[in-house]
């Protein structure tokens, strides 16, 4: 019985092999084509857990400073989450939609910067063209005024916001 079996194996492998080779030589690999980030666009807001989970790592390397395992801190933080009421997590679900406000408005500024640079993005896609031209302008005066734009937008939404909430 062992003969046949044998010479089966014997007669198969050489097939194989040669399957192999081909597919190998008709499918190269192909590259992915996906979407590029913009490393200039801003970046998504942290969700309540995350921010939960900032300060209780703080805490529990100040109980337990001998313990260094990422995956020890992170299932204590699952848990003590998961047993928290509604109204213990609330100041953390509070601080992430301020944060995804502020996102938004960064996110809206930036499109329009896009839309208004046009389609294509470059390194000196921020700049006017007459700045790009003289080359006189410096990256820190332009962030300084984009930053106080930025402020002065959120301050603006949250004023608002907390006229709007007081009412009630």
């Known amino acids: 019985m062992k003969g046949p079996r044998v010479v089966a194996v014997a007669q198969k492998k050489p097939h194989a092999d040669m399957l192999k080779a081909r597919k190998a030589e008709n499918k190269p690999k192909k590259e992915k084509a996906g979407k590029k980030k913009d490393s200039n666009a801003p970046k998504r807001p942290l969700s309540a857990y995350f921010i939960f989970m900032e300060d209780f790592r703080k ?77 006189k302008s410096s990256s820190s005066e332009i962030n300084d005024e984009a930053e106080q734009e930025f402020s002065s937008q959120v301050s603006s939404y949250f004023m608002g916001f907390y006229c709007f909430s007081s009412r009630n």
Do not use: C, H, I, R
């Open 59 to 135: 805490s529990f390397k100040e109980s337990f400073p001998d313990n260094k395992s990422v995956a020890a801190m992170g299932k204590a933080g699952g848990q003590k989450w998961k047993s928290m009421s509604e109204a213990e997590k609330a100041p953390y679900v509070q601080k992430a939609l301020n944060k995804k406000a502020e996102y938004e408005l960064a996110l809206e500024a930036y499109k329009k910067q896009l839309n208004d640079n046009g389609a294509g993005v470059s390194e000196d896609s921020w700049k006017s063209t007459s700045e790009v031209q003289s080359g």
